[in-house]
């Protein structure tokens, strides 16, 4: 099935973002293939995070473009290029810690195109069913009455992927979805970024700080260094590149 998926659903073309005087993205240009999962590595402070705020449009950036689904995005405000279907998890989680899982899944949907029809409007019985189904999906279907703030963090980032699939994204851009996750967990997160893409057919970028699950993921990979593209290629080609080992895998990760 996958072969058969060859266009690219985002393209970064020539992107410059800056800070002040920190150069968080140089000239960055890549693409994410439709229906593929694409891995994006680097060192801590090379530009990752950056360059999805850049994607999903937090923030403006200087100079370049930003193609989603053939459109200029790059002017578009994030709500905007939310409801078009382009959405992110953060690095630290988002979640609303007082509140159980069912009504962190039920307020998550303001991002959807019939949202206006508001929360407890006629569609309510359908999104209640979804958002259990979307909890038994991620495997958190017996703690959905649990407040959320007392999940395990790895079982938070859980809540929050699901949170972000309510939304029905085309595509999903996950921000270290792994990091501080306990490894049993790890496994689990695996097999469901697998599903959310086989079955549910989203397309995914992953900004990933563990090698193993990289190399698990992603078909293509970039690689960053200090603010611009160092490579990219296959797991296994990026796996024997010479200037990510040094850039990278020899900085202890
Ligand atoms: P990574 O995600 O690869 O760790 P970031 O994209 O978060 O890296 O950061 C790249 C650089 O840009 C860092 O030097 C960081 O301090 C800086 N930076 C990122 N976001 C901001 C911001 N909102 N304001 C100022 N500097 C920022
Ligand atoms: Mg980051």
């Known amino acids: 099935m996958k072969s058969l998926l060859h266009s690219n659903i985002i393209e970064v073309h020539n992107v410059f973002k800056s800070f002040g005087g920190v150069h968080a993205n140089i000239d960055i240009s890549m693409h994410v293939k439709k229906g593929g999962i694409t891995g994006i590595i680097g060192p801590n402070g090379c530009g990752k995070s950056t360059l999805f705020n850049s994607i999903v449009g937090a923030h403006p950036i200087d100079s370049g ?10 002017k578009l405000l994030v709500g905007q290029i939310a409801r078009l279907g382009l959405l992110r998890t953060f690095q630290q989680t988002r979640i609303y810690s007082k509140m159980n899982c069912v009504d962190n899944m039920l307020i998550s949907v303001s991002h959807r195109k019939d949202a206006r029809d508001g929360l407890f409007a ?12 979307l909890l038994e999906f991620v495997g958190l279907y ?98 024997a590149d010479q200037r990510v080992i040094d850039a990278y895998l020899g900085g202890g990760h």
Request: hydrophobic letters at 40%; a negative charge; proline letters at 4%.
């Open 142 to 239: 017996s703690k959905r009455n649990l407040i959320s703030g007392d999940l395990s963090f790895g079982q938070q980032k859980l809540l929050e992927f699901a949170m972000a699939l309510m939304n029905e994204p085309k595509v999903l851009l996950l921000d270290e979805p792994t990091a501080g996750i306990n490894p049993t967990l790890i496994n689990g997160l695996i097999d469901r970024l697998h599903r959310a893409n086989e079955e549910l057919g989203i397309t995914l970028c992953v900004i990933e700080h563990n090698m193993r699950v990289v190399m698990n993921l992603a078909e293509h990979i970039y690689c960053l260094a200090n603010g611009r593209l160092l490579a990219d290629g296959k797991p296994t080609e990026l796996q």
């Open 65 to 74: 473009s930003i193609i989603f689904e053939e459109r200029e995005i790059s």
């Open 122 to 133: 006629p569609r309510k019985g359908e999104t209640l069913e979804r958002a259990l189904s």
